[in-house]
């Protein structure tokens, strides 16, 4: 028995031992979720009535709460809700229902987790109890939700963007329930609506859904008094139309007088306009679809779940699943100088994604459109921004699974492998054309929309949007050099970054095509410079200056 004792004994000191070693390599976060700025842009009194108008320019995402007399209603909140919480405890509020304009596809929603912890009832339009899995009341067209003894939610059915699509009226139950707000979700934008083309798995086609939103349109969006405010869901950047406004809100009567959606008098040629040139449906979406339908996991499991790995773990992780994608949100020049070998640039941008700089973009939406929902992923952050890029992958639906711990420093200081880029910078036209004419097998990739491109570009430059670059990287010559830009050097980065993990030798041009135009533009196809352009290298140049200082 003795013997056995002090087998047993061993075998707990090296279990014990190997606990703390597997801790040690892998531990998980030990803060808690963080509040990540609001977005809180405007707080809009009507007749009374508080609107608190939250937006995300990363994601070109909107969210709101309506509120009267300590009672509130939360329109297409985000996944992250601890913002909205917090507002809520400080204005002493009492949330009474979460209004969803339809099923999202571009992002997350909060809805599941704020009815879990409030208690809040979840509104969406007809058809969704059925293909949700979770308690919901449906709402059918000039259904009433009751807010205080003046003001109440009035829901009319508007489906285009999707069957169960519906917009919400803030109306004055005393002045004869007039309409003062509408927050329009994806059916009316600012200078644009929704995109006809994401319910196909419905058995409904894109043609389909445009004749529904033309009538949505004409026959309750058009028809509402010119003085309501629209509020919608998305504004410029985002997927889920084309040539949104950068404007966060207007009004009925102005958009009727100049969103080009508006003016058509027939249905054939709106259809027409509506499905032809819509933006690249990101892979991601129908992966927050099947998220939304059951209710996303809180955002506290996500963090909870994410371990963070020590640099030579990492490494022995990497070499053993190759299928693992690497994301480094470090800024382009920080990922330019060093970066883990196969990492892929997505530069995470302003604390929260709240602004977007002139040398930023929508990060989350880039990862949903380049990356595969499905795949492992491991984040590579600066110190102390670990837990923020986990969150806001997850409102995308993306589980980080591994955290770098320590960051690149890190990773440096243990020795192994780096890789660097040059980035090519354009200061004269010489540089740009002494690129090209020293060697035939450099070839000028631009990566910008097809817009952007035909409005100006560098001669002879080849055209190849970001959107579809997962899908042809591998038609490009392997024994070509490629040097990427767009308009201010963020998406020729993920571009440049893209093409090296499969083997091409690429870079991109520091300040993009601002840059060329300003320094080049006798390089250019029209030779001139766009005002706007000068101002994005201003931008640029102040930025570089206070890196160095």
């Given at each position: 028995r003795g013997r056995v004792d002090i087998h047993l004994s061993a075998m707990r000191l090296l279990v014990s031992s190997a606990f703390r070693a597997l801790s040690t390599?892998?531990?998980r976060f030990s803060q808690q979720v963080q509040v990540l700025q609001s977005g809180l842009k405007a707080v809009e009194s009507l007749e009374g009535a508080k609107i608190r108008l939250y937006y995300l320019q990363c994601m070109a995402q909107a969210s709101y709460m309506v509120h009267h007399e300590r009672n509130a209603f939360l329109v297409d909140p985000r996944r992250d809700i601890e913002a909205y919480l917090?507002?809520?405890?400080?204005?002493?509020?009492?949330?009474?229902?979460?209004?969803?304009?339809?099923?999202h596809a571009d992002f997350v929603s909060g809805h599941k987790e704020l009815r879990d912890r409030t208690g809040a009832t979840v509104y969406l339009g007809p058809g969704t109890r059925n293909r949700c899995q979770f308690p919901l009341t449906e709402l059918y067209d000039d259904m009433m939700i009751d807010m205080s003894d003046k003001f109440a939610i009035r829901a009319i059915h508007t489906p285009g963007h999707t069957p169960e699509s519906m917009t919400f009226l803030l109306v004055n139950?005393?002045?004869?329930?007039?309409?003062?707000?509408?927050?329009?979700?994806?059916?009316?934008?600012?200078?644009?609506?929704?995109?006809?083309?994401?319910?196909?798995?419905?058995?409904?086609?894109?043609?389909?859904?445009?004749?529904l939103m033309y009538d949505s349109l004409e026959q309750k969006i058009k028809t509402l008094p010119d003085d309501v405010v629209v509020y919608p869901a998305h504004g410029a950047g985002s997927p889920c139309g084309k040539n949104l406004s950068d404007?966060?809100?207007?009004s009925i009567g102005n958009e009727k007088l100049?969103?080009?959606?508006?003016?058509?008098?027939?249905?054939?040629?709106?259809?027409?306009?509506?499905?032809?040139?819509q933006p690249l449906t990101p892979q991601y979406f129908s992966y927050d679809v099947a998220l939304n339908l059951t209710g996303a996991p809180s955002v506290a499991e996500i963090v909870e779940q994410c371990r963070k790995t020590k640099p030579s773990e990492l490494r022995t992780i990497l070499k053993s699943d190759k299928t693992i994608c690497v994301i480094d949100t470090r800024s382009?020049?920080?990922?330019?100088?060093?970066?883990?070998?196969?990492?892929?640039?997505?530069?995470?941008?302003?604390e929260g994604g709240v602004t977007v700089e002139a040398w930023e973009g929508n990060f989350a939406i880039w990862v949903g459109t380049l990356v595969s929902p499905t795949r492992r992923v491991a984040v590579i952050t600066n110190r102390g921004q670990e837990a923020e890029a986990v969150q806001r992958l997850a409102r995308i639906g993306y589980k980080s699974e591994i955290v770098l711990e320590g960051g690149m420093e890190a990773w440096e200081e243990e020795g192994l492998p780096t890789e660097k880029t040059d980035r090519v910078e354009v200061k004269s036209e010489?540089?740009?054309m002494a690129l090209v004419e020293d060697d035939d097998d450099v070839v000028i990739l631009d990566v910008r929309t097809e817009s952007e491109y035909a409005s100006n570009h560098v001669t002879g430059a080849l055209n190849l949007p970001?959107?579809?670059?997962?899908?042809?990287?591998?038609?490009?010559?392997?024994?070509?050099?490629?040097?990427?830009?767009?308009?201010?050097?963020?998406?020729?980065?993920?571009?440049?970054?893209?093409?090296?993990?499969?083997?091409?030798?690429?870079?991109?041009?520091?300040?993009?095509?601002?840059?060329?135009?300003?320094?080049?533009?006798q390089c250019t196809v029209t030779g001139e410079v766009c005002p706007t352009m000068r101002k994005t290298v201003e931008e640029l140049e102040k930025r570089a200056e206070k890196i160095a200082a």
């Open positions: 390599s892998c531990r917090q507002d809520l405890t400080d204005e002493q509020l009492t949330l009474k229902g979460i209004l969803l304009t339809h099923i139950k005393i002045n004869q329930k007039k309409p003062l707000a509408a927050f329009t979700g994806d059916t009316l934008f600012i200078g644009s609506v929704g995109r006809p083309d994401l319910v196909g798995s419905l058995g409904v086609s894109a043609t389909q859904m445009a004749e404007d966060l809100w207007s100049t969103n080009p959606a508006l003016q058509f008098k027939a249905v054939e040629p709106f259809v027409k306009y509506l499905t032809e040139e382009a020049e920080q990922y330019s100088s060093s970066h883990v070998p196969g990492s892929l640039s997505f530069a995470m941008g302003s010489d540089q740009l970001l959107s579809f670059l997962m899908q042809t990287r591998h038609d490009l010559n392997k024994t070509k050099r490629y040097v990427t830009y767009c308009r201010s050097g963020y998406r020729s980065s993920i571009a440049a970054s893209v093409l090296r993990n499969i083997g091409l030798d690429s870079t991109d041009v520091y300040g993009g095509f601002a840059a060329i135009s300003v320094y080049a533009p």
